[in-house]
Every structure is written in C-alpha cells, then in structure tokens.
C-alpha cells in the first residue's frame, strides 16, 4: 500500500505562488474534512459512502488506510466468517478462486519453502480453523490414520500417537502428520524410544525453538514495512493530550470536549432551542467569546488564563488560520507533523466536525447555517483550550513534584519555554521510537503454526539464512489478520455475486421465450421508484394480474426541483446529492367544500371520539397522544384522527409548479421544460405507447413514531424526503394538456383518456395516498377503482413479506395478521424497528422489466427501467440514467456495508441511548460527540455485500460511459463497486475487471421454480437464494439451490 501522506499532503508544485504555512494548514484542514461524516442534517438524511473521502484509492488499500486513521478493525473476526462457512454462504474453492487472483504480485518462492499461494492458504486454514467451535471432526480424522499406521506396525505400543495428536493445529493435513510422524521417530531413536509424551514434548519444543531463533535473526536485519508511524506522519495517534492521559490520568480531550459540545450544540441549533443566546452571524469564535465571559471562565480551574485569548478573539480582523499557526509554534509541533496533527484536530469530533462542514455548504435550504469559515475558527478554538488544558496541567505536575507554586503566565509563552513543553515532546519522541522497536510475540507463533501445518520439521527450517526468515517474517505479516479477512469477505461476496449473475442470466434467457403478455384494455402500469422496497411490491402486483406492468424510475422522477410546503421558510431540494436543483415549487393551502381554508389554525386536532361526548376524563386521556400511544397503541391508532395544522402532503393542498413574478431568482417550469422532462422519463423507461387508462406514479415515505431515523427510510434520491411530491408534481406535469400538446409534436402521443394519479406509499405501515383523484372521468374512476383494489392486495402481500424480518413476529403469520403488524409498528413508541428500510442491499439492475419479471430477489435489488431501443448508438439516456442511479445506489449499499462490517465505528450505536440535539443530530449523552451513520438497529440485519450493478447494454457503450465520466469510472475501477453488462439481443453478461469487460460463464443452465412469492419465504427469516416465479407449479425446493 502506497503511502496516505501522499493522499493528504498537498505538492507546492501544483499550487502556484508563495507556500506560505498558513496556507498548508488551510489546504490541510480541508483535506482532513474531505474524510468526515456527511450525512446531513437529521431532518434531511443523506447516505453516503463513509470512505467518500478515499474513493480515488482501489477499495482494498482505502479499507486499510480508514483502519489505521480510525484505529478501527475493518472486517469481523475469523469466527463469523467460520459461521458463513458453515452456514453454506462460501467455502474454500472460493477462497482458492479469490486468492488465485489476489497472488499476482512479487516473487512466488518465499525462502526457497513455499509458494505465496500456498503460504496465504495455510493461514487461511489457520484462521478458519482457529474459529471452529468444534474441531472434532479434523482430529478425528488424524486419530484414524495413526490408528491405521499403529495396527499396520506391531511394534507401536498403545500410548505411542493417539494422545500425541492433540497437540496439534486443527488445521494439519494427513500428509503433514506423516511427515511429523517420520521426523518424530527420528527423534525417538535418537533419545532412546522414550513414550510417547517425551517424543512429543521434545519434538514441538524443538519446533518451537527453532522458529523462535528465526525470528531473532530475522529482527537482527532490516525489516520491509516495519514501521508504526500513522498515515499521517510520524506523531498521528501519539498527541500530546494522549500521552499526558496515560501518564497522569487527566483526559485533555474529556476537558476540552466539556466546552466544544455544548457551545457547539448552542451555535448550531435549528430551532429545538427555545431561547437563542448570542450572534451567531457573527462566527464561532465572537460567539464564543460573548458567551463565555471572564467571570465564568474562572468557573474552571484551566481556563483561568484565558482573558488574553479571550481579547484576543474579539479583537476585529481576527485571523484563525494565523490563530491556529500561533498555536502550534506554541505546542511546538514539528513542520513534518503538521499534517497528521491537523487530521487528528480535525477528527477529534467527527460528528460535531461533519455537521459544521454540511451546514457551511447548505446555506441556500438550511434555516441556520454556519458561516463560512466556521470550520477554520473550530480548529482554531480547540487548540486554544487545549493548549490552555495542557498548560495548566503541566503547571499542576511541576507544583507537585517541586511542592513550590508556580505563576501562571497570562500570556503562557514563558511558561512555555520554560522547558517542560520541550520535555513533553521529547516524551512523544521516545514513544514512537519505543513502539517501532517493539517485538511481536505473535511472530514465531505463526511460523510455529505455518510449520505444523506445512510439515515442515525442525530439520528443514534449521539451515535457513536470517534473509529466508525475514522473507517468512515479512509474508507473514503482509498477510496478517486484517488482509486475511479480506480475502475471506470477497470470497463471500464472489459466491454471491456469481449465484446473482448466474440467476440473471438463467432466468433472462427463460423470459426471453415467446410468450403472450396478456396486456388488455384494463391493463394497470405503475411507475415505482428504483428503491429496494419497491422491488417486492412490483413483483406481487405482477402475480396478481400478469398483465400489469411495473417500471422503477430514481424517486425524484428526473425532477430538479426544490420544494416548500406549507409551514416550511425554505425551499428544500428534492434530488440526489449529485444533481443541482434549479427549479422551485411549492405546496399552497387550497379552500375546501366548507369555505374552510386548508391548513389553517382553525382545523385543530381532533378525536373521533369527542363527537361522542364522552366524559372529561376521557377526553383529557385522549388528548394525550404520547400517553395513549404509549398505553395503547392500537387503540390510539383506530381511535384517534387527526387534522395536523400544517398538512405535509393532502390532496386539499395545490401546486404552484409555474414560479412567482414577485420571485424570478425561484424560477418553475415552463411547459417546455415540462414536456421535456415528462418526455424524457417516458422514452426512457420504455413507456412509449399502448399507455393504460390509469398509470400510477409511486413515490415514497415513512412514518413512524419516535424515530429520529425517520428520514433515513424516505427516499434515498430525495434527500431523506418524501417521494410523495415529486409523484405529485410530475403527475401534474404529465396531465397538462399543453404538455401532451408539445410530446405529440415530438411523436409521443398520450391518449386523452389517460391519466396519471400521484400516490405515496408508506412503506412503513404498507399504506397508501392518492393525490388529485377528484377529476377523474367516470372511465378513469371505473379503471381507477379497480387499479386501487389490486394494489391494496399487493400491499397486504408486501406486509406479509416484510413481516418474515422481525424476530418477534411469527413466521407462520396471516396476511391480515401481517397488515395489523406493520400498522402498530409504524404507532409504536417502543419500536426500535419500525422497518427494515435498505437493510440487505447488494443488487443493482438498470433494463428492461421483461428480463428480470417473475425473478423473486428478496427485497435487495435497486430496479431501474431502461430500454436500450429506444436509445440512440451513443447510450445519452443511459448515461443520464447511470448519473442518477449509481452514485446514490452505491452510497445507500456501502453506508450500510461499513456500518454492518464495524458497527463500532461506522454506525451511530444503539438508539435506545439516543437524544435529539440541535435538530440536527442524535447523542449518546449531553457532552458527546454527535453519533454518525445508521443506528445499529438499522445495519444488524444487513448482510455486507458491495453492490453489483447489471446494465442492460453492449460492452461497447458502457465503456465508452465510463470513460466519459470519471466518477463512474472510478467506482468501477476501484472495485467500490462491480459492473456487468448484459446485452440487448444475446442476452449475455460481461463483467468489468481490470478496466475491461470479460464475458461471464453461467455455472448453472436452470433456477428452481415456484407458483408464487409466498410459498419461497413463508418460514424463513434469512437471505433467500434466487428462484424463477411461474405460477405453474414448484418443480424444486429450496434445497435445489446451492
């Protein structure tokens, strides 16, 4: 792997004029916040990649640059992975086949012993084995062949190898005992046929002590890669603040984190605060200043030389940057640590840090934002406080040790060069040097291992030369843990991988038999979003009626839109992260039948009860939503009806999609722009013509009860909002005559008797709305009525299918049974569940719907609709298409894959410890750091699996698409994540590896086969493997798939 720092530091020679420090520390600072958390803010949840910072590197060496700047283990332990074995997820030809590929680097010989394939295999098998729970079966089986050889030989007395094989690796194969028996009996006559303990005993010790001296003489050379500096220079987890906690048990960071947290929680507030203190435009640093006046900063004992700074912050034309420079002269920080000190600064607090770099750069749609530069002034402010803790704490520890009291300096520079900063940083020093001159036990146990394994006997390894067992040495440690368990994770992730490829190629060809579609003039079409989710709806609306038709389309609906609904200051973009919104509309409040305008305070929350008159005690308990909700959520649920003040989404609320003259800088559509976008959409998903009467666009939401999380199960390519809207607007778009007027001009003729009807699907209680349903002619009410009673059916299948999730619900549960369940769910105040929302991921299909209907993919596939006919040779709606999938699909698939794979780190822990702060995130406690990433309710179920993304295109225009856009292409190449083109006509996939496109041979020729959905995953709660839906009778059963 090559160096980090040259991923960080920035060359003089590409930045032009004087190299001035301050502007080192400005580009480092930057550099180090490329790397932090950006989710956003709560309300508005974004996924992404939580390496996003690392994408330029090869997935493999940013995994490992992330452990080692997070001190973090990036792949569990070997015992899961035994698990995954056991459980028939991989085995070891998968592995060999993954390491065959991984081998392909350096020399093949290591010290004239072994092979580099065959070295890495061995601790492979020493992992696997070493977390086998039982590895009975594998002594056993060396038990029999010494039984064997001990009746073959008369001389073998009773006690001689049975309880000998004990001692060794479950791990050794029958022809490395052999070869151990030999060596051992040659110890044996040697010593005079002692039993079988003493053979034993002196055998392995002299193994032993012969690997142990390897090791001397291997330490006794240079060694490759033998360093302990951070990626960061040489200093990046040895601060000062670090070794002064070990050495006297004062926490700097605790102290300085006291101050930040609460100062930053004030700053940043989006309006959960009910009182506002101090002048937040004017920066961090004068709001601080203001807020911490001298007389409460001698409140703490550290803080009671900072009148000075204090000064000094509100003294006008304040430079932190110039701040931040001062203060590490003063800490003296060698020019060579800079870096690494600044990275470690800057992610100190990543959460805290995260949500001020989001908050700078949302300055159009956030009610709030910080400042800019407010990033510069944190840093600054943190190494102020903490060279004030550090000082006052040497000051402390000098007063001890010399039982004399010490002044304490205003301005702290003569405390400083009184010498005990120089001590503290030749402390640093020794430090490192200790650490990289630190011996590793676990070096010659290895080796120790590896020879048992290998059958290598003290004999053979005694001639090696100190170089021979440095090259051991140096293997070894190459493959250590963490690069083992890599290599078992992408033999896991390979196994899938081909059983997903095989299947599409299978059950493709099998759709691509003639068949007639049965489309009638009643036939439904319903435009979902590309979601996971909508995976499992789309597939039980088409085993109701074979002749609906589904498409999947990004829930934004190509719509570059910013909208405000009623009671909202600002206008909020409603697009993936990689798409700028340039247009503006908004929701407005609408009369309704009693003259009662829509969404005014007069329409208060009511009980359906309270028509009823029941008694003030009654009254006054259902007026306690929490209370009842609590006590009785089902009740509460059937009972209570509200009529929210400020309606999020209601069909009494109106459009205005065409702007305000009073705002020409809040520009809406034109109706060119609408025919251009609606046309666009059409052509490309395939809607072309034979249109149905009613055509359902379907975006998405979820609503549930005490869930901060809320947002994170909306939809991904609205930036944690609801689809809803977008359906909406596009509905509208789509049934303005002016806009038929313009597509038929281009060729696409929508008949006047279809209509487009908006629907938000809850996908928590698996509910539905309808939106502007009350034009609709009596032909489109007949055909609507009907198209309504097949979805309700498709959502009581999808609530029974989701149900199979939850660990305390039955597997043997009803269909009504099943719609109660995700009802109360979603009602629930105890439900740390209420969905499993984008859990188990891992599968990305852009094409036709006719290659993969009928195909079961178990909720984890993102289906996008494309056809390549109705493209032109270049692939434009493709690569428009691709732009706005794959980013946002691989930032959804690798935050849950980093959170499931190291929860410790890359998840935001349990929310049952969790509080709102701010509005804009959760805590763990009132002085911590802000939590990032997923909850781990969220990412325990979900199985790590990068995405792999199918393309119903030619090899040939994909690559061209990638070579264009360099973002796709650094995705692909960098192996975040797999491409696979499957061709329009052969129907034949072509993976991308290694910056081309070689095609994929099908290890199967059929899928098993069932009648429906249900009779595949009733019973069962895990990942399913893939089965081809007929309706024609099970032919196989699930043991058939392997």
């Known amino acids: 792997m090559q160096s980090s720092n040259s991923t960080l530091k920035i060359r003089e020679d590409e930045h032009p004029g004087p190299w001035t420090l301050q502007r080192r520390i400005q580009e480092a600072i930057l550099s180090a916040a490329a790397m932090l958390p950006a989710n956003g803010l709560l309300s508005r949840f974004r996924y992404q990649n939580p390496l996003h910072g690392l994408e330029h590197l090869p997935f493999e060496q940013a995994v490992r640059l992330a452990a080692d700047l997070h001190r973090s283990s990036p792949y569990p332990d070997g015992r899961q992975y035994r698990e995954k074995m056991d459980r028939g997820e ?9 390491l065959q590929q991984d081998c392909g680097q350096g020399p093949d010989r290591i010290a004239g012993l072994i092979d580099r394939f065959d070295l890495r295999l061995t601790l492979l098998r020493l992992m696997i084995f070493d977390a086998s729970p039982d590895p009975g079966p594998a002594r056993s089986k060396r038990r029999g062949l010494f039984r064997r050889q001990r009746d073959a030989d008369p001389q073998t007395k009773s006690d001689s190898p049975v309880e000998w094989l004990d001692q060794f690796h479950p791990a050794v194969s029958e022809d490395a005992v052999s070869i151990h028996v030999a060596a051992m009996e040659s110890v044996s006559a040697d010593d005079g046929n002692p039993s079988a303990s003493v053979r034993r005993r002196n055998y392995l010790r002299r193994l032993q002590q012969v690997c142990e001296t390897g090791c001397q003489l291997a330490r006794g050379a240079h060694r490759q890669n033998r360093t302990t500096a951070g990626p960061h220079g040489r200093h990046s987890w040895l601060r000062y603040g670090d070794i002064l906690h070990s050495e006297t048990g004062v926490d700097i960071n605790e102290q300085v984190q006291r101050i930040l947290v609460p100062l930053l929680a004030r700053f940043l507030d989006q309006g959960q605060a009910q009182w506002q203190h101090g002048d937040r435009s004017a920066g961090l640093l004068r709001f601080f200043a203001d807020l911490y006046r001298p007389t409460l900063m001698r409140s703490h004992g550290w803080l009671a030389a900072s009148d000075r700074e204090l000064e000094r912050l509100n003294e006008p034309g304040f430079d932190p940057l110039a701040s931040i420079e001062d203060s590490l002269r003063q800490l003296q920080i060698a020019d060579e640590d800079v870096d690494s000190e600044l990275f470690a600064l800057v992610h100190a607090l990543p959460g805290w840090t995260g949500a001020v770099c989001s908050l700078e750069k949302s300055l159009e749609w956030i009610p709030w934002p910080a400042p800019p530069g407010t990033l510069f002034e944190l840093i600054a402010l943190r190494l102020i ?59 010659s146990m290895r080796l120790y291992l590896t020879a048992q394994v290998m059958g290598w006997s003290p004999e053979r390894l005694q001639p090696l030369l100190p170089e021979d067992w440095r090259a051991l040495l140096d293997e070894t440690e190459r493959f250590g843990t963490v690069e083992q368990c890599r290599i078992l994770q992408d033999a896991v992730e390979a196994r899938q991988r081909r059983l997903f490829l095989d299947a599409i190629a299978v059950h493709s060809r099998r759709n691509d038999r003639p068949h007639d579609n049965g489309k009638t003039e009643q036939s439904l079409q319903i435009l979902c979003c590309t979601d996971p989710g909508s995976e499992s709806l789309r597939r039980h609306l088409e085993e109701l009626d074979a002749a609906v038709q589904t498409f999947g389309t990004p829930g934004f609906f190509g719509l570059d839109v910013n909208v405000r609904m009623p009671g909202e200051s600002h206008f909020s973009p409603q697009v993936p992260t990689n798409v700028r919104a340039r247009h503006f509309v908004q929701q407005l409040p609408a009369y309704l039948p009693d003259g009662t305008l829509a969404g005014s305070p007069q329409l208060q929350k009511r009980s359906r009860w309270r028509d009823f008159e029941f008694s003030s005690t009654v009254e006054h308990w259902l007026s306690k939503r929490w209370l009842t909700r609590l006590l009785f959520p089902q009740i509460s649920r059937g009972c209570i009806s509200e009529t929210p003040t400020v309606p999020e989404t209601s069909g009494h609320m109106q459009l205005d999609c065409f702007g305000t003259v009073q705002s020409p800088e809040q520009p809406g559509y034109t109706i060119d722009e609408m025919a251009e976008i609606v046309g666009q959409l059409l052509s490309r998903t395939g809607m072309m013509d034979d249109f149905a009467i009613v055509i359902l666009v379907v975006g998405h939401v979820s609503h549930s009860c005490n869930n901060p999380w809320q947002t994170a199960d909306n939809c991904t390519f609205c930036r944690g909002r609801s689809g809803g809207m977008n359906a909406r607007i596009l509905s509208w778009m789509a049934n303005q005559h002016g806009v038929r007027k313009r597509l038929a001009a281009s060729g696409l003729v929508i008949p006047e008797s279809t209509v487009f009807v908006a629907v938000e699907h809850d996908t928590c209680g698996d509910t539905v709305e309808y939106f502007d349903v009350d034009y609709l002619t009596p032909l489109q009410q007949k055909h609507m009525t009907r198209a309504a009673d097949l979805l309700d059916a498709a959502l009581q299948r999808n609530a029974h299918e989701r149900c199979r999730r939850f660990e305390e619900v039955p597997l043997q549960i009803s269909c009504s049974d099943a719609v109660s369940c995700v009802e109360a769910r979603a009602t629930d105040l105890t439900q740390m569940l209420p969905e499993s929302g984008l859990s188990g991921n891992a599968y990305c299909i852009i094409g036709r719907r006719d290659r993969t209907k009928g195909l079961f993919l178990d909720r984890r596939a993102f289906l996008a609709s494309y056809d390549p006919a109705a493209d032109d040779d270049e692939g434009t709606q493709l690569r428009q298409l691709l732009r706005m999938v794959i980013p946002t699909c691989a930032d959804v698939n690798l935050q849950y894959y980093f959170g499931s794979l190291d929860p410790q780190h890359y998840s935001s822990g349990s929310k049952l410890s969790q509080s709102v702060i701010s509005g804009i995130g959760v805590t763990c406690g009132p002085e911590e750091d802000l939590c990032v990433g997923l909850p781990l309710q969220m990412v325990e179920p979900h199985d790590p699996q990068r995405l792999t993304c199918v393309v119903e295109t030619t090899p040939e225009i994909l690559e061209s698409i990638l070579l264009a856009d360099s973002s796709l292409r650094r995705l692909a190449e960098n192996r975040w994540i797999f491409l696979a083109a499957m061709h329009p006509v052969s129907s034949e996939l072509f993976c991308y590896r290694n910056g081309r496109f070689e095609q ?20 069962m709660r895990e990942n399913l493997s893939f089965v081809s839906i007929t309706g024609q009778g099970c032919r196989s059963n699930r043991e058939s798939q392997s």
Do not use: C, M
């Open 1000 to 1019: 994929h041979l099908p290890r199967r020729s059929q899928l098993p086969e069932v009648t429906s959905s249900e009779h595949w995953y009733r019973g």
């Open 385 to 443: 406080l903490e060279r004030l803790a550090i000082t006052h704490l040497l000051k402390t520890d000098a007063e001890k040790k010399s039982d004399q009291p010490q002044r304490l300096e205003s301005d702290n520079d003569g405390f400083i060069e009184s010498g005990l900063f120089p001590a503290l940083s030749q402390r640093r020093l020794a430090l490192f040097e200790q650490r990289q001159r630190g011996e590793r036990p676990q070096d």
């Open 90 to 98: 991989f085995d070891f030809n998968d592995v060999w086949g993954v």
